[in-house]
């Protein structure tokens, strides 16, 4: 059985799983969500909010749930530092466990290895809480040294404006004179 939620409203990323969880392995649940701004960190800003789809499928120890999320990240083009919008595309797969048994209610201790394999822990209210996910999903697939195009020229190292702008034809500064014989070295063409 398939079941579709839309989350319209800016928020964090929180679905209860308490039904999914009573099912037996295999029961699945889709979720859709739009609209949605979260905190990126400092060096991070939304262009656009984040859109995706989340498959969520029971399995005996817990759940496992499958993401794909899109979004708009407001960068600088690396060399010219024009401002740039890139889109960004992200895909995660993580394992969830419940923190509560769901018919006794009492809490579960946390498996030592569940740490070491970054496995998410429901809530107390058999929830599942993305939100972490997410921002590290959109911090691992931001480009390195982002471009407004690929063959951006860059700054003039003269002026400081983009080689693109204008005319860069700067007059030779006066060279230190203890320099002056380093003018004649030149690559033969």
């Given at each position: ?33 739009d609209n949605v701004r ?132 700067h007059p030779d500064d ?16």
């Amino acid at each position: 059985m398939t079941a579709t939620r839309r989350a319209t409203e800016p928020g964090p990323l929180v679905w209860n799983v308490a039904g999914l969880l009573g099912e037996g392995a295999g029961a699945v649940r889709d979720y859709v969500f739009d609209n949605v701004r979260i905190d990126l960190g400092e060096e991070l800003r939304l262009a656009s909010p984040i859109e995706g789809r989340v498959h969520v499928a029971r399995t005996n120890r817990g759940l496992v749930v499958d993401a794909d999320i899109t979004t708009v990240l407001a960068m600088q083009c690396a060399r010219c530092l024009r401002d740039i919008d890139v889109p960004i595309r992200a895909e995660f797969e993580e394992e969830a466990r419940p923190s509560i048994d769901l018919q006794t209610g009492a809490p579960l201790p946390p498996d030592p290895a569940e740490e070491e394999e970054g496995v998410i822990r429901l809530t107390d209210h058999h929830e599942l809480d993305l939100e972490r996910s997410v921002r590290e999903a959109i911090q691992l697939a931001e480009p390195i040294a982002p471009l407004d195009r690929p063959d951006c020229p860059g700054l003039c190292v003269v002026c400081g404006l983009p080689l693109d702008e204008g005319s860069h034809d700067h007059p030779d500064d006066d060279i230190d004179p203890r320099l002056e014989a380093l003018r004649d070295f030149r690559e033969a063409p």
